[in-house]
């Protein structure tokens, strides 16, 4: 019988899942922490689990160790990523706090209507904050996360440090940790802080906001650091 971890998650794989459902159903399990991080990840194993065979899950195993959630060893196959630990949470803030508030500021420098008008949109395509700790709940606000720093790094025209910023995968990893709706409403409210001041065109208030973003978004989530 195939799908048991998903469906300990209530969810009901697909006899023939397609390559984008496996990525999916891999991502939800290792983001769920059904699959302990650590945990080997079997080519065969996860095959039957999914009902499919093993080539799309190599490709889905492809994908997940691009996003940060699965690693690759000679002649051990992959596992799932572990956590951040203390000292890597800790050392991922500082990284942070030294490259996105310089882009924000550079986005406020350069802002055009064109540019406030993508920062605008992407703000209001967010998704309302989910109320359940799962990653089907927060898989969209997560994405919608992503994407509003990436725009932000991008409109700063500082390709060097967009590659930087997206190598981290900041979200993934802090999103793993742990997800409560309080801290994404606080992230709502903040973000909006970042994207006036970028849209006002004020490099100083941008830069700060985004500051205050990323001080607040550490504290929330260091209780979920071993």
Do not use: W
Request: aromatic fraction near 4%.
């Amino acid at each position: 019988m195939t799908g048991e971890l998903l469906a300990r998650l209530g969810y009901q794989p697909r006899r023939q899942m397609l390559g984008d459902e496996v990525y999916e159903g891999l991502k939800t399990l290792l983001m769920n922490q059904v699959i302990a991080p650590g945990g080997r990840l079997n080519i065969d194993a996860l095959g039957r689990e999914l009902g499919t065979s093993s080539t799309p899950i190599r490709e889905a195993l492809v994908r997940l160790e691009a996003d940060g959630l699965a690693s690759k060893y000679a002649l051990r196959g992959y596992t799932a990523s572990a956590l951040l630990t203390r000292k890597e949470f800790e050392d991922l803030f500082e990284l942070r706090l030294l490259l996105e508030p310089k882009v924000a500021g550079q986005a406020a420098e350069r802002i055009d209507e064109n540019a406030a008008q993508r920062l605008a949109a992407e703000l209001a395509a967010g998704p309302a904050p989910p109320k359940r700790p799962r990653y089907e709940a927060y898989r969209d606000f997560s994405a919608h996360d992503t994407r509003l720093h990436d725009l932000i790094c991008e409109l700063a025209g500082n390709d060097a440090i967009r590659r930087a910023v997206a190598h981290t995968h900041a979200h993934v990893h802090l999103f793993r940790l742990g997800y409560g709706r309080d801290l994404g409403i606080h992230a709502v409210e903040e973000h909006r802080a970042v994207v006036a001041a970028i849209r006002a065109g004020t490099p100083t208030a941008a830069r700060t906001a985004m500051r205050e973003h990323l001080r607040s978004s550490r504290e929330r989530l260091r209780h979920t650091v071993q």
